[in-house]
């Protein structure tokens, strides 16, 4: 059981009083209490000032206001399995003297919290200051997870702990909790630019920060789900009631001759819409990399806007939206997936109705999918927005032979050209 005591390290007329907290003979801390006593005045024996005046009694009645605020907040901390530290227990007694905390920086939870209150003067991928709205979210997440990693193996570590093993450890954590591959590289990923960025603001590092790993994995061409021509009709002609499905029903079947992530699809209205030569397109930048993309509106797509744009709506609706939309369009036929359990909040691979599987990425997936091998893959990278045509075709499951299988096939359609007609050459007499 955990003891809290009073004590003087020094014999001096303006001694501070250090707050004691032994948790047992390995977890025993010490800091100053914010209170001050004469030496002379003060019980080693008993841990409390004498009292002889009604001014050290007074002092003997606040400490022990202290000693009981102090107790209560660490049976709490000690129910939710908080991190007991040196540094717990000066951030307790700054609260309990209404004193705003030094923040260390060189602790690496502090300095995570430290990134994200600063996330509007960072630059993003735009190259812009403020960083979006999923990135923050993202390292929010991270630092739930540092905490509770921290909590459960019981440390709490600085900057400069950050070194390979530390990788290691933390992402065979992340790997016994069942997370994705993908997600615990995202993790790592968020780790390494924590600790550059604290680097660049002069906090110790580890000298082998740099050979921390990350780890990704591709999506195996099975699992890559899509929305064939077909199906596509059969969704527009699924028979739906509620306003907001038929809606939903718009953005999809317009998302899948667009090619769009799902956050910039639904920001699309008709102030993005012009005419370059007699086409009508569509202009946008996208949030996630800042690539400014030129969209040619398809007859399919044309129709849906001439009879009038969707109304805006969040992309967690959406989502569910797509699921009762094809669940309603009968599209359940046996697909291999990736599906979250909503008791352990991870996705398990398996075997499911192929409407539960999808989600507002299928829009994208779908146009790049479906105009392979019809439109030059240059051309769909450019309204896609992808980097490379490497990432392009693991994007939709294809390789490059696919792709020279493409381009020869396309080749071979191409007529042959006429021969010349070679002159007569006459000579003179």
Known sequence: MATIKFLLQSKTEQS???????????????????????????SATKGYPTLNDDVLKKLKTDLDKFKNKLEEKYN???????????????????????KRPIVSLDILVNYIQHFIDNAHTRKNQKGNLGLTRNRI????????????????????FLIKDISPQFANEFKSWLFNKNFSINYVGKNLNNLKTICRDADK??????????????VSE?????????????????????????????????????????????????NITEKNMTTIQGLRVIELEQQKTGKKVVIPVLPE???????????????????NHLKKICEIAELDQPTKGKLRDEKTRLNKDGVFPKYKLIGSHI?????????????PTP?????????TERMFLKYIGKTAYDNAKQMFDYVSKLKPSKPQTHLKVVKRA
Request: some cysteine.
């Open 16 to 42: 501070n009083i250090y707050v004691r907290l032994s948790i047992d003979r390995n977890n025993v801390f010490k800091r100053k209490s914010g209170y001050i006593v004469n030496s002379n005045n003060w």
């Open 76 to 98: 709490i901390a000690n129910r939710q399995g908080q991190i007991i530290s040196g540094n717990w227990l000066q951030k307790q007694i700054d609260d309990i003297n209404n």
């Open 137 to 156: 979210k993202s390292f929010t997440t991270f630092l739930r997870l540092i905490n509770k990693y921290q909590a459960e193996i019981k440390k709490e």
């Open 201 to 214: 603001n002069n906090i110790e590092t580890h000298p082998k920060l740099r050979l921390i790993e990350s």
């Open 218 to 266: 591709s999506t195996p061409s099975e699992y890559i789900i899509t929305l064939s021509f077909g199906e596509i009709e059969q969704i527009n002609k699924a028979k739906l009631k509620h306003t907001a499905l038929i809606n939903a029903r718009k953005w999809l079947v317009l998302g899948c001759y667009l090619g769009q992530r799902g956050s910039d699809l639904l």
């Open 301 to 319: 797509a044309e129709e849906i806007i001439n009879s009038g744009m969707p109304y805006k709506l969040s992309l967690q609706k959406f989502n």
């Open 363 to 375: 829009c994208r997936r779908s146009f790049a999918t479906n105009y392979y091998g019809q439109i």
């Open 379 to 387: 051309i769909l990278i450019g309204i896609t927005g992808h980097s």
